[in-house]
């Protein structure tokens, strides 16, 4: 018997969270956990972040009979809180990680580095850094799966920003490359889409896929031509809605009580 993969979709913010499950011990691990947020910015007084697709995971987990071994975030995600904090306090024996080399990272339990093992019971993964989009960015593999994060978006999308402090496209090129070293056939999913053209939003594409067709780094571009593709679009993006609330709050893996306080003290600051 193998590991068995849930995706969940949190459509506010187009992101995928997923449960590794090991349906021998049942036992699991949490990736990517997401707060669900307004369609408006806070500063147009929206609503508090909600815990409606967390709640669905915390929901299959009780109807499936699983303990939650591991709450893990392959990065500081710069759209939406994280759903770590707020699972954290309902799942007390469940540990939280993410990736040592992030700044400032504080609250959680455990902090990664390359190659560290994530267990669940006798079937464990492992830790790949895989930094640029931010410098603390990791990737979670299990037999021949790859959480990748936003190290790669669909092919038809190329890849994440590197735009935060601490990004570096030249970095995540690097990133790429391990990725795209891997066998042909390896899972990769992906923790953000957007569908698009016609289609439907997807999760999970493979090392083949992306090497023959992802826009920025398929077709073995060059890492002269990647950087400069990746600089001039992210002079054309503008700051996540969220972002002023999500990446403080992700930093110190926040609950609702204490995102639901800094969201209060902005709205205060704000001019009338
Ligand atoms: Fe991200």
Known sequence: MSLTIHPFFEPSTGSYSFIVANPESKCCAIID?????????????????????????????????????????THIHADRPSATGYLKSKLLCAQSAIGALMPNISGYDVLLRDG???????????????????PGCVSFQFDDCVFVGDTLFMPDTGTARCDFPGSCPYVLYESIQKILSMPDDTRLYICHDYGGDGRRNRFVTTVKEQREKNIHVGKQASIEKFVDLRTKRDKTLSTPRWADIAIPANLKCMGLTAIASLLSERVVQEPH
Do not use: Q, Y
Not at 44 to 72: C, Q, Y
Not at 126 to 133: A, F, L, M, N, Y
């Open 33 to 73: 956990a997401a707060l669900s947020v307004s369609e408006k910015s806070a500063r147009e007084g929206a609503d508090k972040p909600n815990t409606d697709s967390a709640d669905l995971m915390l929901d299959w987990i009780e109807a499936h009979g699983f303990v939650v071994r591991w709450l893990l975030d």
């Open 116 to 134: 560290d093992k994530i267990c669940l019971d006798h079937m464990c993964g492992r830790v790949i850094e895989t930094p640029g989009h931010t």
